[in-house]
């Protein structure tokens, strides 16, 4: 069975379904007999609807939005933390990413790192203003 058909199957399963069918739907519903999609956001879209899928993409633009703010290439941190982040998120196109524990530490360390930096920055102005003006 090719993945292409598992995929068709869930989208066609998540189009009967728009609120999702839960955490185990893979038990009640195997797609193509071998349980769950095989990719990321159609796991998301099978188990929590599209809402669900809908609060998955905000938060995946809040983490890049975060990144954005911290990108700087001279910092090597940033940089792997960005190329760690795009490769998973590519991976998860063929596997189902979501409860990866990677995952989860690389959105976690993105975020602290621009939480780090927005209160440098706030330090950085409020003690010399003009430099700002």
């Given at each position: ?26 038990v009640?519903?195997p ?86 930096k ?16």
């Amino acid at each position: 069975l090719s993945r292409g058909a598992v995929w068709g199957d869930g989208a066609k399963l998540a189009k009967r379904s728009p609120f999702g069918l839960g955490p185990a739907f893979h038990v009640k519903h195997p797609l193509g007999g071998v349980g769950g999609a095989h990719n990321t956001l159609l796991e998301i879209l099978l188990t929590a609807g599209w809402l669900g899928l809908g609060l998955w993409l905000i938060f995946l633009g809040k983490i890049f939005g975060d990144l954005k703010y911290v990108f700087d290439k001279q910092d090597p941190i940033v940089v792997v933390l960005a190329s760690g982040l795009v490769c998973l998120l590519l991976n998860s196109i063929f596997l189902d990413m979501f409860t990866l524990r990677w995952l989860w530490l690389i959105f976690g360390m993105i975020v602290g790192y621009s939480v780090s930096k927005r209160r440098d920055a706030k330090e950085s102005k409020s003690i010399n203003p003009s430099a700002n003006a």
